[in-house]
Each structure stands twice: as C-alpha cells, then as structure tokens.
Nanobody
Framework: QVQLVESGGGLVQAGGSLRLSCAASGRTFSNYAMGWFRQAPGKEREFVAAFRWSGGTTNYADSVKGRFTISRDNAKNTVYLQMNSLKPEDTAVYYC????????????????WGQGTRVTVSS
C-alpha cells in the first residue's frame, strides 16, 4: 500500500514558476516509478513527466520539455515537479502517481494516485 500527498499548487501569472511536491509513504520500496499527470477541464488525463527510481531515468511530455523538471529526494521518498515558464495552457489539476512496473506515459500503468493539486496560470 502506497499513500501519496501532493502539494505546491496555486495561482501564478504566465511566465511564472511553481514547484509541486509528491510525498510517498507506505510500501515505497515496491515503487518502480513515479509520474506526474494533469487534467484540464474537458480534457483527458495527460502525461507530464515520470521518474524511474532505479537508474534515475526520466521522460517528459513534448508540451513541457525544457520547462518542467522532475526530480526526487530519496531520503524523503518525495518527487518534485519544477514548473517554469508557465502558460495558461498548463492550467489543470496535477496528480502524482506511482507504478510497480511501468514508467511510460499511460496513466493506466500507475497504481496509486494522490488527491491532486490545482495549478492555475493566468494570462
């Protein structure tokens, strides 16, 4: 069992930055990867970024490459999403998730999810 707690969302102006945090607890040793997804009103859940614990491999959606960075703190079992140069199109509820054997961009591959944190980017 894994529990995820997200934080760091808020309201920012276009061009601003936010850092999201996702703290994992429970049976974290079984985690294979952690990822960030987002869902905007009227749209499907969208992959943002993922981190594989073993090896530190990361991958990003094309829409956020060069602007967002995923990182982790092993001691705290926490994954971060640094978001820079935010655009109104980034407005969404952001979710973190963990998988036990998948690190791709399909949300169905992730077993546990946080409650989400809202990011609103004004123009």
């Amino acid at each position: 069992q894994v529990q995820l707690v997200e934080s760091g969302g808020g309201l920012v102006q276009a061009g601003g930055s936010l850092r999201l945090s996702c703290a994992a607890s429970g049976r974290t040793f079984s985690n294979y990867a952690m990822g960030w997804f987002r869902q905007a009103p009227g749209k499907e859940r969208e992959f943002v970024a993922a981190f594989r614990w073993s090896g530190g491999t990361t991958n990003y959606a094309d829409s956020v490459k060069g602007r967002f960075t995923i990182s982790r703190d092993n001691a705290k079992n926490t994954v971060y999403l640094q978001m820079n140069s935010l655009k109104p199109e980034d407005t969404a509820v952001y979710y973190c998730a963990t998988s036990t054997g998948y690190s791709g961009n399909n949300y169905r591959g992730y077993a546990y999810w946080g409650q989400g944190t809202r990011v609103t980017v004004s123009s």
